[in-house]
């Protein structure tokens, strides 16, 4: 442990000396809680290179949200029950499935975009969960079934020129943009009469995509809007219209799914 605590120290003086920055894609977490500089850190640099530690900050992000998003999807939460529904372990492990399905396809896609895109600057990236946004998320949707969801992001090291920091930002939100509309055409040749999961699914995929498409492009605080806006406002604007015109697109399916 000592030794660990060295080398940590050592990495951290010499980022340090070298002025080098760091760039919270979402949140602006500690780096002395989640920031952990791994043996060849040079290479996990390279685009598509993940530590085991990173996996397991996505991996329990994932799990966290999947059970959030039940509680929310399923209408099994306290609020519900306490307005007289009743508690149904098919819809429940049914919710499950689809909520596992949009986080992988949302959320993850997401995430990497951003880490790929860093990596591609030759910058140190890595996802970090946030233990209290993952323990809000899931009490909230717990007790009431409504979500608001914190789960970490991706972090960032070494000097970035603004078009580097504003194409880092875009890449999440210009994924799950590319994912709902890919998506889209199929689900018009579904029909939610059926309620079969497989157009949930698809439905479930097409929303979560774009939700998460339009929160993170709002321009404000600590989201990729407000770093997208600065950087360059006219593709802001585009990627917002797109995103707002695809939420509308899909309301009636959001009230159908969630009915």
């Known amino acids: 442990m000592r030794k660990l605590n060295k080398e940590v120290n050592v990495c951290i003086s010499a980022a340090m000396s070298e002025n080098t920055k760091r760039y919270p894609s979402f949140h602006d977490l500690s780096p002395r809680e989640y920031m952990y500089f791994p043996k060849a850190t ?24 999947t059970i959030a998003f039940s509680f929310a999807l399923s ?15 098919p819809r429940f492990i049914e919710g499950l499935g689809l909520s596992f399905i949009g986080i992988v ?25 946030y233990p209290r946004g993952l323990l809000s998320a899931l009490i909230l949707s717990g007790l009431t079934g409504f979500l608001f969801a914190a789960p970490g992001s991706v972090m960032f090291r070494g000097e970035t020129r603004p078009f580097e920091e504003g194409r880092i930002a875009v890449a999440g939100s210009s994924a799950n943009l590319i994912i709902a ?60 219209i797109i995103a707002v015109i695809l939420l509308a697109i899909l309301f009636p399916y959001i009230t159908t799914l969630f009915s």
Not at 46 to 58: D, I, Q, T, V, Y
Not at 75 to 82: G, H, S
Not at 204 to 225: E, H, K, M, S
């Open 75 to 89: 209408r099994t939460n306290l609020l519900m029950v306490l307005l007289g529904s009743s508690l149904s372990l």
């Open 181 to 240: 509309s890919l998506i889209l055409p199929i689900l018009f040749f579904v029909t939610f009469e059926r309620e079969g999961f497989l157009a949930k699914s698809i439905g479930y995929i097409c929303i979560i995509n774009t939700v998460l498409a339009v929160f993170n492009l709002l321009p404000f605080g600590q989201l990729d809007g407000r770093v997208v806006f600065k950087w360059n406002s006219t593709i802001w604007s585009i990627l917002f």
């Open 105 to 129: 396809c949302a959320f993850f896609f997401h995430e990497l975009a951003h880490k790929i895109m860093a990596q591609s600057y030759g910058l140190w990236s890595e996802f970090r969960m």
């Open 42 to 65: 040079m290479d996990l640099g390279k685009p598509g290179r993940f530590s085991r530690l990173e996996l397991a900050h996505l991996a329990t992000a994932m799990i966290v949200l």
